[in-house]
């Protein structure tokens, strides 16, 4: 109650400009990426939850795919083409995702789950190779790191290996489970995580942290920059003053005006 005062009292605007609460966010999100093991290019944003962080990531493997020119011309007849996968078990976000990007439900196929309830690697190949011979273009596999029912992880090695070897995006939602990196106990089940092109999770699960303190971390900050910034008078970057510090979250994310809240509570 105390720590939300001081937010409030602070009143911060974390779209963008240069404050204190912004390096904040960029310290927690240099720790995230040290947790996962993500390169020093990699880049991260606080948002609402998994859900948000999940559609974030689908829109960067969106651009990825198709290109920058897609947030002006739209998916057009190629984007009908495109095919994500992930488990018959996965978070039913992942279905909406594709919907608010504009590739529709169907585009995203949900693969059986073995005796584990894992997502079935031969299963998930063999329906990349047919939507290949189809004549459609897969782009994206959504790994779980902890199902919402029975908390399932699937064998994210070779979900990602595969990803490599198919030249798709490999993201992984661990709304559930990724947390569980700190613990080492867990961390060996949730190998294979450090290779995702991105990865969603919330910090008011196993972090114990009020809500909202969802994150989003993504592999190659470029992607995800070209994902979201946009140039815009009222958005000019300046070399000092409150209008410094180049790269703001607005251009990782949809918020043009976020609350220092989530940078707050998110910290570990």
């Known amino acids: 109650m105390l720590a939300e005062m001081l937010a409030a009292g602070l009143n911060a605007n974390l779209g963008g400009r240069?404050?204190?609460?912004?390096?904040?966010?960029?310290?927690?999100?240099?720790?995230?990426?040290?947790?996962?093991?993500?390169?020093?290019?990699?880049?991260?944003?606080?948002?609402?939850?998994?859900?948000?962080?999940?559609?974030?990531?689908?829109?960067?493997?969106?651009?990825?795919?198709?290109?920058?020119?897609?947030?002006?011309?739209?998916?057009?007849?190629?984007?009908?083409?495109?095919?994500?996968?992930?488990?018959?078990?996965?978070?039913?976000?992942?279905?909406?995702?594709?919907?608010?990007?504009?590739?529709?439900?169907?585009?995203?196929?949900?693969?059986?789950?073995?005796?584990?309830?894992?997502?079935?690697?031969?299963?998930?190949?063999?329906?990349?190779?047919?939507?290949?011979?189809?004549?459609?273009?897969?782009?994206?596999?959504?790994?779980?790191?902890?199902?919402?029912?029975?908390?399932a992880i699937d064998d994210l090695n070779a979900v990602g290996s595969l990803c490599r070897k198919e030249n798709l995006w490999f993201h992984v939602d661990g709304a559930y489970g990724a947390l569980a990196v700190l613990s080492s106990e867990?961390?060996?089940?949730?190998?294979?995580?450090?290779?995702?092109?991105?990865?969603?999770f919330d910090f008011h699960k196993w972090a114990q942290v009020p809500y909202d303190a969802g994150f989003i971390l993504v592999r190659d900050r470029e992607q995800h920059r070209d994902t979201f910034a946009s140039p815009a008078a009222y958005l000019r970057r300046e070399t000092r003053g409150l209008a410094a510090g180049a790269h703001w979250p607005c251009d990782y994310g949809p918020d043009l005006s976020r609350g220092f809240v989530r940078s707050r509570r998110g910290s570990p």
């Open 18 to 151: 240069d404050h204190i609460p912004i390096e904040v966010e960029r310290q927690i999100t240099e720790w995230v990426r040290q947790m996962f093991g993500f390169p020093a290019g990699a880049s991260g944003l606080f948002v609402t939850g998994t859900s948000m962080a999940n559609l974030i990531a689908v829109l960067v493997a969106r651009t990825a795919a198709l290109g920058r020119n897609v947030r002006r011309a739209g998916v057009k007849k190629r984007g009908a083409k495109l095919r994500g996968y992930t488990s018959a078990a996965a978070h039913g976000c992942i279905a909406q995702a594709m919907d608010l990007v504009g590739l529709g439900i169907d585009a995203l196929r949900l693969i059986p789950v073995d005796a584990l309830q894992r997502i079935d690697v031969g299963a998930l190949r063999k329906a990349i190779a047919e939507d290949r011979a189809a004549g459609l273009e897969p782009f994206l596999v959504v790994g779980s790191a902890g199902t919402v029912d029975v908390g």
């Open 186 to 200: 867990l961390a060996p089940r949730l190998a294979g995580i450090q290779d995702a092109d991105s990865i969603a």
